[in-house]
């Protein structure tokens, strides 16, 4: 940990600043103020960075890989300030200088490397591996462009372009000495040398990749893991200016861009596969930079090939990078010479895979036809898998042809990347109870069957630290007050909360601290929006992507039900709610944004009748993303968690939620059993179809929403409501969403639902009526909410799937 006081700090960013900038801090903009410090601490970090990777090569201590499409990092400068435990002296030395730690943070671009969950989840798990001295780095793109940025005008969705690296990034570093060559394209020549085949690649085209780095700094224990980010450029820089003459300076001009366009720009597509050539590039040129470079390593330091399983866990973070599995074969086998069965074997133990969907229109399946063009080598290590996969199938299911070809890993003209993870990794997990269990019984049975000991539950986590400790300072104080701080490094401490949550007192403050937070949030909102939302109503939050199976269009419906229901009986007494919602809608999806308008809609009519204002406000903030994430959730009330039962691999949020003391409504999806589990029946509000219910449905039909429209009165209603006008005067504006629900018989069962949905929510307005015991059940959640942080995650992940030592230091 380091230790510095006030006077050495201020002297420190002082010289820091005039040496960068060549000025005194006085005359600076708060940009320069926020480059120099940042400058400042990452030279801090620097010292720390160096050791590690000293302790690292001297201990020969097992490696943990991460390899991730995305890392959704967000913000870094305060989590670093955290962890190094130096907060509070940054905070009081730059106060001398006039400056406001706050407005410097707010300058920093989040790192948008990602769509969502399953983005954040790399970043909580990095974390939490460096916090728990797990010698465990995380490998990536680094997209010069983010997830898009979204702005609304006139209600809809427009995509602008997240420049996130236009005024530089402190925290990484270039490291053009550690390039890797990616193959592209090409032939692959065989040869026979003395009675053994080789193989080499040749005409192929090379893509340098070029690794940025960022430490990743643990809690107060002067460790700091690598974010290793790759970057693709043409491998020579330099431009034949002759070729001008010739008329190529075009084409030359072309192909760097198309070498570039690998790591330009991160697909904002979640949950929905699309066979998109350039995504293939992306995903074999930062798993074979990332793999080649493991090995360069571990070979520099001396490692035996042999025993790499021993050494390095290669972990994919879903399907993404699954050709991290030929990729080491083809090292294996063409490059250290090592023979199929004991490549294969060094492979199978490297690898382990994590799958963070059912959702069929999600899986990756690549055409044959094109993977082969541009991976002659690995398409040919593909085959060869498959090859003797099903020669094994044959012998055990002899004559059930059908049941091969579900498995295979080619078949129809496709590589079906799900079955090659499970097929060519040790360990396969699901992100929480149910959908592990799904998998298991349901999605991946066939291949259950074949490998049970594979298949493992890790249920998903998310780091108190920055999600606690770090965005609701007003809570952690009072549960530093009231229960000691063991729970920064023990979580699950925070159980002892449990009693105080009983106390008048403690509500009372737990009741203050959500006031404070809830006004602030207020302020921002009336800043971005316009809009005025009273901090005494309930914050009933929505925030997440935007899409069907999330049932936006649910918590829609019942906002329309209760609009309805007031206008009709003005004296209604209800509590006052504001409902908000967050999230970025796939540019593609059509539907996903058709339900933004409606929100905006809804909001435009509802804020603007005043016979209802002071009872219901409805608000949609623009461009959701981490660091928004961070003042939206420390000021909630209710947590909406009320996705199509089965459909919601895990979900995280709702663990972020719940950890800051929301109450949440919520169906049995997912993690939400989990919390339902964890603090009882009483503490939470579920509603809605149970999992069997659904997998009856969707197995055998019978499901007919037209006919819940003609039965229920206020379904009907509100159906109509959006063709009639009510919400906009272009009555075709909802016809998606409309024709969604009675046309293409509401596929995630939201009229199905809608009942019991509005029940609980009735049953949320009633519990908010008595604050206390309100606070009494947020208390409640917050107590329990300890065995939802990653580092309970990432220590089964370490004892159960990567065999790494745990050390617990500082612990
Ligand atoms: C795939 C192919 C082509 C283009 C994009 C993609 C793609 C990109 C991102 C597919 C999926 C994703 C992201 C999925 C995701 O975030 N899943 C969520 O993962 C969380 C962490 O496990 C879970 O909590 C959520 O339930 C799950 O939806």
């Known amino acids: 940990m380091l230790t510095l006081d006030k006077e050495t700090f201020k002297k420190a960013y002082e010289n820091k600043y005039k040496n960068l900038h060549g000025e005194e801090i006085e005359e600076g903009n708060n940009q320069q103020k926020y480059e120099a410090l940042g400058s400042l601490i990452r030279d801090y970090v620097i010292r720390i960075w160096m050791n590690t990777n000293k302790k690292y090569n001297i201990s020969g201590e097992k490696q943990v890989y991460y390899f991730s499409m995305e890392f959704l990092l967000g913000r870094l400068l305060g989590d670093v300030l955290m962890n190094l435990g130096i907060m509070q002296v940054c905070k009081e030395a730059l106060l001398d200088f006039n400056i406001d730690l706050r407005e410097l943070e707010e300058l920093e671009q989040d790192q948008g490397l990602g769509n969502g969950g399953l983005g954040r989840l790399a970043a909580c798990f990095l974390d939490s591996m460096a916090s728990l001295n797990i010698a465990g780095h995380g490998c990536g793109i680094r997209y010069k462009y983010g997830f898009f940025e979204q702005k609304i005008i006139n209600g809809k969705q427009v995509e602008v372009s997240d420049n996130w690296l236009r005024e530089g990034n402190v925290w990484e570093r270039r490291k053009p000495d550690k390039s890797e060559i ?477 950890m800051n003391g929301a109450v949440t409504i919520a169906t049995l999806d997912g993690a939400n059993i989990e919390i339902r589990d964890e603090v009882g029946n009483d503490n939470i509000v579920i509603f809605g179809m149970t999992a069997r219910e659904v997998l009856n449905y969707l197995q055998n039909g019978g499901y007919c929403s037209i006919d819940i429209c003609n039965e229920n009165k206020r379904v009907n209603r509100v159906v109509n409501d959006l063709i009639n006008g009510t919400y906009h005067k272009d009555r075709d504006r909802f016809k998606s969403i409309y024709e969604n629900l009675i046309t293409y018989n509401d596929e995630f069962f939201v009229l199905k639902d809608f009942e019991s949905y509005v029940k609980a929510q009735n049953k949320i307005d009633n519990m908010y009526k008595n604050i206390h015991k309100w606070q009494e059940i947020c208390g409640i959640n917050i107590a329990h909410s300890g065995v939802f942080s990653s580092d309970r995650t990432i220590q089964q992940y370490a004892t159960g799937i990567w065999g790494s030592e745990l050390i617990y230091k500082n612990l």
């Open 182 to 658: 990616v193959k592209f394209g090409g032939e692959v020549k065989v040869q026979e040398l003395n009675g053994n085949l080789t193989f080499t690649h040749v005409n192929f085209e090379p893509v340098l990749a070029v690794p940025y780095d960022t430490p990743i700094v643990g809690y107060e224990n002067d460790v700091a893991n690598t974010l290793r980010l790759w970057s693709a450029e043409t491998v020579s820089n330099e431009f034949d200016y002759s070729s001008f003459s010739r008329g190529e300076f075009l084409k030359a001009i072309e192909y760097k861009n198309s070498v570039e366009a690998i790591s330009q720009v991160l697909y904002p597509e979640d949950s929905f596969y699309e066979g998109k050539i350039l995504r293939l590039k992306q995903q074999y040129f930062f798993v074979s930079a990332g793999m080649q470079s493991i090995i360069r390593h571990f070979r520099k330091h001396g490692g035996n090939i042999l025993l790499l399983d021993e050494k390095i866990a290669v972990h994919i973070n879903d399907t993404h990078p699954t050709l991290a599995i030929p990729e080491l074969m083809r090292i294996l086998l063409d490059e250290e010479g090592i023979s199929w069965d004991e490549a294969w074997r060094i492979t199978t133990n490297t690898i382990s895979y994590t799958n963070h969907t059912i959702l069929a229109e999600a899986l990756e399946k690549w055409p044959i036809e094109m993977f082969k063009q541009l991976l002659p080598r690995i398409y040919m290590i593909v085959e060869e898998i498959n090859k003797r996969y099903c020669e094994e199938l044959w012998s055990k299911y002899i004559d059930q042809w059908d049941k091969i070809s579900r498995m295979a890993i080619l078949a129809d003209g496709q590589i079906r990347m799900a079955n090659l993870a499970v097929v060519g990794s040790h360990s396969v997990n699901g992100v929480a109870k149910l959908h592990t269990d799904i998998l298991k019984k349901e999605e991946m049975r066939d291949l259950y069957y074949l490998y049970p000991n594979k298949f493992n539950n890790k249920t998903n986590g998310i780091t108190h630290r920055r999600w606690l400790i770090k965005s609701n300072t007003g809570l952690s104080n009072l549960l530093m007050e009231t229960i000691g701080e063991s729970f920064i490094k023990h979580p699950t401490d925070l159980i002892y909360f449990e009693k105080h949550a009983h106390e008048k007192g403690v509500q009372e403050e737990l009741n203050r601290v959500k006031k404070i937070n809830k006004e602030k949030l207020a302020d921002r909102i009336y800043k971005k929006n316009g809009i005025v939302i009273d901090p005494a109503s309930i914050f009933d939050v929505q925030v997440k992507r935007i899409h069907a199976y999330k049932r936006q269009t649910l918590n829609c419906l019942r906002i329309m039900d209760l609009y309805n229901h007031l206008r009709e009986n003005p004296n209604l007494e209800i509590e006052p709610r504001t409902f908000i919602f967050a999230g970025k809608a796939a540019p593609g999806y059509y539907l996903a944004k058709n339900i933004i308008e409606l929100i905006n809609c809804i909001a435009d009519t509802v804020n603007n009748d005043p016979s209802v204002n002071d009872k219901i406000k409805v608000v949609f903030m623009n461009n959701y993303k981490v660091s928004l994430a961070e003042e939206i959730i420390p000021a909630t009330d209710v947590s909406e968690q009320i996705s199509t039962t089965t459909k919601e691999a895990s979900g995280t949020s709702n663990m972020k939620f719940m």
